[in-house]
């Protein structure tokens, strides 16, 4: 049996801290939370479009995926604060859709034979207007089938059968716009949060971005639980830990690697030595750790491995 696709955060490298360039067109182009990025990119192929401009302030991109394998293939994501809705079709089986809430672990898949999968990033704060009913943490650490969350009726088919990626897109748009979001203040609120989180290294702890809104840390806590669906503290953690996973790859023995396979639309990974590493003591720093130990934790309790270990692993193939 086929099991299931995971959530898009992946593409070609853009900036410094991943985010859109003010005034950029287009979708992100990053490899954030993506284990082995070249790796992944070599094997299948991947997109990344924008959807309509109505629902651009609540999404990130959608995220297209097929492949064609010989022989199965294991993935791992560190997921972004991100809810996910997740077009799929595997083989010649019936194609359905499931809303993936925001995972708290390493998400493994497992790949193989053909398949096709249209995703739906929501930006993190995004999704609640177009699932009002319930907070957004109700779906956390969970996928739902997307009739159980949606209001509108859900044609998994009229999304990844069509051949024609435009038409696939266009499928999308349509079926979020039958779900009429409506603007909320509240949600504007969180992805702003979030948002000022990814993009400021200087926000490093929960009382200082309450202290910057003038409210206190309990009023965020609920804003992120019912807008967002974890706290604002695994936020914060979780973008460092992308961070530091992507330099890992860009500075490690993969750098090389990388330059040879780049995902859609990057440019070279840079000129260090292919055997270099990051100077761990000093990414600790620069992403607010007290000291290197408390990054070695985070890391190895998220992606499996130490920083050194999973640096020294990600040699050319």
């Not at 504007?188 to 809104?213: K, N, S």
Request: net charge neutral; hydrophobic share 40%; charged share 25%.
């Amino acid at each position: 049996m086929a099991t299931r696709s995971e959530p898009g955060g992946a593409g070609g490298p853009e900036s410094a801290d991943g985010a859109r360039a003010a005034g950029e067109p287009g979708p992100r182009r990053d490899t954030r939370g993506i284990v082995d990025a070249p790796e992944l990119f070599a094997r299948v192929r991947f997109r990344r479009r924008e959807p309509a401009p109505p629902l651009r302030p609540y999404l990130e991109h959608y995220w297209l995926v097929d492949w064609d394998l010989p022989e199965p293939y294991v993935t791992h994501v560190v997921p972004h604060p991100s809810v996910n809705a997740v077009f799929q079709r595997y083989g010649e089986g019936e194609p359905w859709c499931e809303v993936a809430g925001i995972g708290l672990g390493l998400f493994t898949q497992k790949l193989h034979g053909r398949g096709r999968v249209c995703g739906v990033q929501f930006r993190p704060g995004g999704f609640r207007p177009f699932a009002p009913a319930r907070p957004v943490s109700a779906w956390t650490g969970r996928r739902v089938p997307a009739a159980d969350v949606f209001a509108a009726a859900v044609d998994a088919a009229a999304v990844v059968v069509p051949d024609g990626e435009d038409d696939r897109v266009a499928a999308l748009d349509a079926f979020l716009l039958s779900l009429r979001p409506t603007a909320d203040p509240q949600a504007d609120h969180a992805m702003a949060l979030v948002e000022l989180v990814r993009t400021d290294r200087t926000i490093r702890r929960v009382a200082q971005l309450a202290a910057a809104e003038g409210v206190s840390p309990r009023t965020l806590q609920r804003l992120f639980a019912a807008y967002v669906g974890v706290g604002p503290k695994w936020v914060i953690l979780r973008y460092r830990i992308h961070e530091a996973l992507e330099r890992a790859e860009a500075d490690g023995p993969a750098a090389d690697r990388a330059g040879r396979t780049a995902a859609p639309g990057a440019g070279s990974a840079g000129a260090r030595p292919r055997d270099a590493e990051p100077d761990w003591a000093v990414l600790a720093a620069e992403l607010g750790y007290s000291d290197q130990a408390h990054l070695v934790r985070d890391f190895t309790a998220t992606v499996g491995v130490p920083p050194t270990a999973y640096a020294a692993t990600r040699t050319p193939g």
